[in-house]
């Protein structure tokens, strides 16, 4: 599966219903996520409206990765309000089967050039722990651990440690 071709392209409101089916799938296929095999608790108009609003915004992005017409990965950007608007909180996930061929870069470098062009300065993930694929990944790109949050989620009676990590993109001296 890793030698077909995938497309990075920005999500519209036409692509919700598909991408809260990714979502349970997702949810199904890692513990790695804030959210199992129910997915996201929105309804379909609750997503378009949400994918309208984002469309053109310098705030916040969603990326797809499709093959085939089939949703692989997503990431996601979210400027922060008010004395955090320089900062934005960095999300993506990948369909089991695409891990490895190249989907996560691609979304990460989307997201990371969306940021750049809109005037972000930091980019804040959270990635459990024990995710050194996701981690790898991350560090690539220049992020680095800022701490560990313990016991960040509970999944069936087990705590499950996070780290936060943070991307600088514009380091200036005030």
Same mark, same amino acid.
């Given at each position: 599966? @890793?030698? =077909?071709? +995938?497309v #990075?392209?920005?999500?519209r409101? !036409?692509?919700?219903a598909? %991408?809260?089916?990714?979502?349970k799938?997702?949810?199904?296929e890692?513990e @790695?996520?804030?959210?199992?095999a129910?997915?996201?608790?929105?309804s379909? !108009?609750?997503e378009?409206? *949400?994918?309208r609003?984002? *469309? $053109?915004?310098t705030?916040?992005?969603?990326y797809?990765?499709n093959?085939d017409? !089939? #949703? #692989?990965?997503?990431a996601?950007?979210? /400027?922060k309000?008010? /004395?955090?608007?320089?900062r934005?909180v960095? $999300?993506i996930s990948?369909k089991k089967?695409?891990?490895?061929?190249?989907a996560a870069?691609?979304?990460?470098?989307a997201i %990371?050039s969306?940021?750049r062009e809109?005037?972000f300065e930091?980019?804040?993930?959270?990635?459990?722990?024990?995710n050194?694929?996701? #981690? =790898?990944l *991350?560090?690539?790109?220049? +992020? =680095?651990k800022l701490c560990?949050?313990?016991?960040?989620?509970?999944?069936h009676?087990?705590y499950v440690? +996070?780290?936060?990590? @943070? %991307?600088e993109?514009n380091?200036?001296a005030?």
């Amino acid at each position: 599966m @890793n030698d =077909r071709l +995938f497309v #990075i392209e920005r999500a519209r409101a !036409e692509d919700a219903a598909q %991408l809260l089916e990714y979502l349970k799938i997702v949810g199904g296929e890692t513990e @790695n996520l804030s959210f199992g095999a129910e997915g996201v608790p929105l309804s379909v !108009e609750a997503e378009q409206d *949400y994918l309208r609003a984002q *469309y $053109g915004s310098t705030d916040n992005a969603q990326y797809l990765s499709n093959a085939d017409g !089939e #949703i #692989i990965g997503t990431a996601s950007l979210n /400027r922060k309000a008010n /004395r955090m608007r320089h900062r934005g909180v960095f $999300g993506i996930s990948l369909k089991k089967a695409w891990w490895g061929c190249g989907a996560a870069s691609a979304l990460t470098e989307a997201i %990371l050039s969306f940021a750049r062009e809109n005037g972000f300065e930091q980019l804040d993930l959270e990635v459990r722990s024990s995710n050194a694929r996701a #981690i =790898r990944l *991350y560090e690539k790109y220049g +992020f =680095r651990k800022l701490c560990t949050f313990p016991h960040f989620f509970k999944i069936h009676g087990e705590y499950v440690d +996070f780290d936060l990590m @943070n %991307l600088e993109l514009n380091a200036t001296a005030d």
